[in-house]
């Protein structure tokens, strides 16, 4: 009998196979194709690789199918190391926010999706594993603070900081506000992997992930490494940005991956003068990224104007999505609406959902699975 993808994926994962990445697989019924990312390819190293892999898949090798595996080797500069793939007791849904490209915005929508979610009641944490540039810290006025470690059932946790009712851990809080530190692959990993698992993150019915830009390895570690709900890419307008964001879409479609994509946020759409409030000036381009998600078929969340207030908010440290009935809170509100929506969507449609309860809220019907 043909054996399914997902049980194919979920042996190789068992097998925690050191050094590789699985970034497709085919499955033919007599064939099974890998393409894995290895970062040290030897000949000794890949040939350990491909026994442990046709290890895991023994009982199918027995019955005749043949697996065929492709090695890449991954850029030197960026080392990898699996997150270890373990399931987060307490937390109902996970959202990925990605961009293709740095500067549009991503972890300004991060935070003001995160704020407008904790508003709404939901119990809500933010993990910035922006390796790039963490800028959570500075958006939640958080930079001088640092987790504690509190004793859970015996052991040592690391305490989220709370600010805003979200709760907080970046990798920016690895390293002094005034020190660039260039993340290697195994370092963000492994303080990737503490925050994530070695976290007092309690009961959380959304966790927010703000992803680095870029599709690269260490976006594979964490894809795979979690059962994320689904990923929210964020784009300007921009030809240049829209490409990338395509980039980003085809990254979570990708077959061994397959994380829905809830939909795509415009970000600096437009810009309206305080003395001209009628007149809407497409700085970027009119459009682009909701005919991106048209073309790309995946749903438009909306779209956020290009506005001092947002970008002051971001940098005094207090999201914009703070405010009451601004306009721009109004226009986050929806968004995180309709990202709800989705996650609701997105659960009942998918039988293999983490996701188990979402609380009724406006315009949202309640899920319990
Ligand atoms: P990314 O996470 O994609 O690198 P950021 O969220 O850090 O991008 O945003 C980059 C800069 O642009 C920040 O200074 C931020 O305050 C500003 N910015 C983001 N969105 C807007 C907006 N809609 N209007 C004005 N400034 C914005």
Same mark, same amino acid.
């Given at each position: 009998?043909?054996?399914?993808?997902t049980?194919?994926?979920?042996?190789l994962?068992?097998?925690?196979i050191?050094n590789?990445?699985?970034v497709?697989?085919v499955?033919?019924?007599?064939?099974?194709?890998?393409?894995?990312?290895?970062?040290?390819?030897?000949?000794?190293?890949?040939?350990?690789?491909?026994l442990?892999?046709?290890?895991s898949?023994?009982?199918?090798?027995s019955?005749?199918?043949?697996?065929?595996?492709?090695?890449?080797?991954?850029?030197?500069?960026?080392?990898i190391?699996?997150i270890?793939s373990k399931?987060i007791?307490?937390?109902?849904?996970i959202?990925?926010?990605?961009?293709?490209?740095? @500067?549009?915005?991503?972890?300004?929508?991060?935070? +003001?999706?995160?704020?407008?979610l &904790? $508003?709404? =009641?939901f119990?809500?944490?933010?993990?910035?594993?922006d390796?790039?540039?963490?800028?959570?810290?500075?958006?939640?006025?958080?930079?001088?603070?640092r987790?504690?470690?509190?004793l859970?059932?015996?052991?040592?946790k690391m305490?989220?900081?709370t600010?805003?009712?979200?709760?907080?851990?970046?990798?920016?809080?690895?390293?002094?506000?005034?020190?660039a530190?260039?993340?290697?692959g195994?370092?963000?990993s492994?303080a990737?992997?503490?925050m994530?698992?070695d976290?007092?993150?309690?009961?959380?019915?959304?966790l927010?992930?703000?992803?680095?830009p870029?599709?690269?390895?260490?976006?594979?570690?964490?894809?795979q490494a979690?059962?994320?709900? @689904?990923?929210?890419?964020?784009?300007?307008?921009? +030809?240049?940005?829209?490409?990338d &964001? $395509?980039? =980003?879409v085809?990254?979570?479609?990708?077959?061994?991956?397959?994380v829905?994509?809830l939909?795509i946020?415009?970000?600096?759409?437009?810009?309206?003068?305080?003395?001209?409030?009628n007149?809407?000036?497409?700085?970027?381009?009119?459009?682009?990224a909701?005919n991106?998600?048209e073309d790309?078929?995946?749903?438009f969340l909306g779209?956020?104007?290009?506005e001092?207030?947002?970008?002051?908010?971001?940098?005094f440290?207090?999201?914009?999505?703070?405010?009451?009935?601004?306009?721009?809170?109004?226009?986050?509100k929806?968004i995180?609406?309709?990202?709800?929506?989705e996650v609701?969507k997105?659960?009942?449609?998918?039988p293999?959902?983490e996701a188990?309860?979402?609380t009724?809220?406006?315009?949202?019907?309640?899920?319990n699975?």
């Open positions: 009998m043909k054996i399914s993808k049980e194919i994926l979920k042996r994962q068992d097998a925690n050191d590789c990445i699985f497709n697989l499955n033919f019924s007599n064939e099974i194709i890998l393409d894995v990312n290895i970062s040290n390819p030897t000949l000794q190293a890949k040939k350990k690789a491909e442990e892999i046709k290890e898949l023994n009982s199918e090798l019955s005749g199918i043949k697996v065929k595996i492709n090695f890449k080797k991954t850029s030197a500069d960026k080392p190391k699996k270890e399931k007791s307490g937390i109902k849904n959202i990925a926010i990605a961009s293709g490209k740095g @500067g549009v915005g991503k972890s300004t929508v991060t935070s +003001n999706l995160s704020v407008s &904790a $508003k709404m =009641g119990k809500v944490g933010l993990l910035d594993a390796i790039y540039g963490p800028s959570i810290p500075i958006m939640f006025d958080i930079v001088d603070e987790p504690k470690s509190v859970v059932d015996g052991k040592s305490e989220p900081v600010n805003y009712g979200v709760k907080i851990l970046s990798i920016g809080f690895f390293t002094k506000p005034d020190q530190v260039i993340w290697r195994p370092m963000a492994k990737l992997n503490q994530i698992f976290a007092n993150w309690g009961e959380l019915d959304f927010v992930i703000d992803l680095p870029g599709t690269g390895d260490i976006h594979l570690s964490i894809l979690l059962p994320i709900t @689904g990923a929210v890419i964020v784009s300007t307008p921009q +030809n240049v940005a829209l490409a &964001a $395509k980039k =980003g085809a990254m979570f479609k990708q077959e061994l991956i397959n829905p994509v939909g946020v415009e970000n600096m759409s437009y810009f309206t003068p305080e003395e001209l409030p007149n809407k000036y497409y700085l970027f381009g009119k459009d682009g909701k991106l998600a790309l078929k995946v749903p779209c956020i104007p290009i001092q207030s947002v970008r002051e908010a971001g940098d440290g207090r999201p914009v999505a703070m405010q009451e009935d601004t306009e721009v809170s109004k226009d986050l929806v995180t609406r309709k990202i709800v929506a609701v997105r659960n009942k449609d998918l293999d959902s188990i309860k979402i009724t809220m406006a315009g949202c019907s309640a899920v699975k």
